[in-house]
């Protein structure tokens, strides 16, 4: 896909993560990222959603930029990692029509707070229609590799948190930009739209991805959504929200 905390008391913690309340005071830069997670992974599922983030299998988009797309598949299929029953995501990357990456992301959801975690992925390269190499390949308990947040549930402005830890190899965060942006996509107009700031502690630079209420990832840097194959928007399934509303 494409630092230290504090210990805080439990009536603190936010999205499984430890996070800050003097945060709205503190410099965006002065933030620490959190990459301490409290969840209990008996909670953890292996499909569901919540507002920003789908997990059910025959959810597929397409978003494109020029001749190169990128192609995300919620897969019906499965992989415990860590301990822990995950989804697979398969995304499938093209440039020009050739087939460049194509990954295996391993996902589950809370069903308490909604938490999206991440807990690796299986990476294959490909140059002129070659498998290369697996750079980026990662897995949550392997070599001191340890699973990160994807999505919070409930996101806030500020959040800062690593999504992925796994030394040397993969150490993508991010941080939530806004809550209420508008994100125009060949495919439509969306309205309260997270933006998030993806960087890497690995290296330079980042990219701003756009995720819509009830669709997900829309803008992802230069790439936006172009088709949407969802089931679930069309009221084809029936799926589970998270956290559950009583």
């Not at 490909?126 to 980026?136: I, R, Y």
């Not at 959504?225 to 084809?236: H, I, K, Q, S």
């Amino acid at each position: 896909m494409k630092k230290s905390a504090w210990i805080m008391p439990a009536s603190l913690l936010l999205s499984g993560c430890v996070l800050f309340h003097a945060k709205d005071e503190m410099h965006a830069e002065e933030r620490p990222w959190c990459h301490i997670f409290s969840v209990n992974k008996a909670e953890l599922v292996d499909e569901g959603k919540n507002t920003y983030f789908p997990l059910w299998p025959g959810y597929k988009m397409k978003l494109q930029h020029g001749g190169d797309t990128l192609i995300i598949s919620v897969l019906d299929e499965t992989k415990v990692v860590d301990g822990v029953r995950t989804r697979v995501v398969e995304e499938r990357e093209t440039k020009d029509g050739q087939v460049v990456e194509v990954s295996s992301n391993y996902f589950a959801i809370s069903r308490l707070t909604g938490d999206v975690y991440y807990f690796g992925e299986d990476v294959d390269i490909f140059k002129n229609g070659k498998l290369v190499g697996h750079d980026g390949t990662w897995r949550s308990g392997v070599k001191g590799a340890q699973f990160g947040l994807m999505m919070p549930g409930r996101p806030s402005v500020g959040d800062r948190y690593c999504q992925e830890s796994a030394p040397g190899v993969a150490m993508d965060r991010a941080e939530v930009i806004a809550c209420n942006e508008h994100c125009i996509t060949p495919e439509k107009a969306f309205e309260q739209c997270v933006r998030v700031r993806e960087t890497s502690a690995l290296e330079s630079g980042g990219s701003d991805k756009f995720y819509a209420p009830g669709v997900g990832l829309v803008k992802d840097g230069a790439f936006l959504l172009t088709a949407l194959n969802c089931p679930v928007c069309n009221g084809e399934q029936d799926v589970q929200v998270y956290p559950v509303k009583y």
